[in-house]
């Protein structure tokens, strides 16, 4: 799964060849990878201050970090 900050999906892939899964289940996997990418942005945004106030990075206005 590939998420926005803003909790958006870009990209989703599944796949269930020996053992499928439900749609209540799909759902499930789909909150528990917003929860890891809701977290991950925000880490990476106190990343971000942390380098700010040290002054390594100069750009202003960043709402999220794209690699």
Do not use: C, P
Not at 7 to 31: I, K, N, P, Y
């Amino acid at each position: 799964v590939v998420g926005t900050g803003s909790g958006r999906f870009s990209e989703v892939q599944a796949m269930g060849e020996e053992h499928t899964f439900s749609r209540d289940e799909l759902d499930s996997l789909l909150d528990l990878a917003l929860k890891g990418i809701s977290e991950l942005v925000e880490l990476q945004k106190a990343l971000y201050e942390a380098n700010t106030a040290l002054g390594y990075w100069k750009r202003k206005g960043v709402k999220e970090a794209r690699f």
